[in-house]
């Protein structure tokens, strides 16, 4: 079983920066593709950005598109969400997911995904 850990949350002032790291348990983490997720309390789930096992590929919701990248390296079993430009409404508990065959598909929060982590708690004041 993979096993993931978030970390890197904490809080910023807006337009400030942050960046989250999601790390695997176990080497096999560099075959699936990865997630980034958000979700603030009384809201549902929201797909942020994903990224395919080889890093060839990413996408990012409109709400992240030109304000956060998504990247990996399988030699650390880690996958990093760097977020710039911060909003209020990025406050949210992040967590990160992984799948062995869903990439594209991640986009619908309703689809099950392999493995979750925790998650890590953003909190972006005005």
């Known amino acids: 079983q993979v096993q993931l850990v978030e970390s890197g949350g904490g809080l910023v002032l807006a337009g400030g920066s942050l960046t989250l790291s999601c790390t695997a348990s176990?080497?096999?983490?560099?075959?699936?593709?990865v997630g980034w997720f958000r979700q603030a309390p009384g809201k549902e789930r929201e797909f942020v950005a994903a990224?395919?096992?080889?890093?060839?590929?990413?996408i990012y919701a409109e709400s992240a598109k030109d304000r956060f990248i998504i990247s990996r390296d399988n030699s650390e079993n880690t996958v990093y969400l760097q977020m710039n430009s911060l909003k209020p409404e990025d406050t949210a508990l992040y967590s990160c997911?992984?799948?062995?065959?869903?990439?594209?598909?991640?986009?619908?929060?309703?689809?099950?995904?392999?493995?979750w982590g925790q998650g890590t708690q953003v909190t972006v004041s005005s």
């Open positions: 997911a992984a799948d062995l065959s869903q990439f594209r598909e991640m986009v619908d929060t309703t689809r099950r995904l392999d493995y």
């Open positions: 176990e080497s096999h983490f560099k075959s699936y593709s």
């Open positions: 990224i395919t096992w080889n890093g060839r590929n990413t």
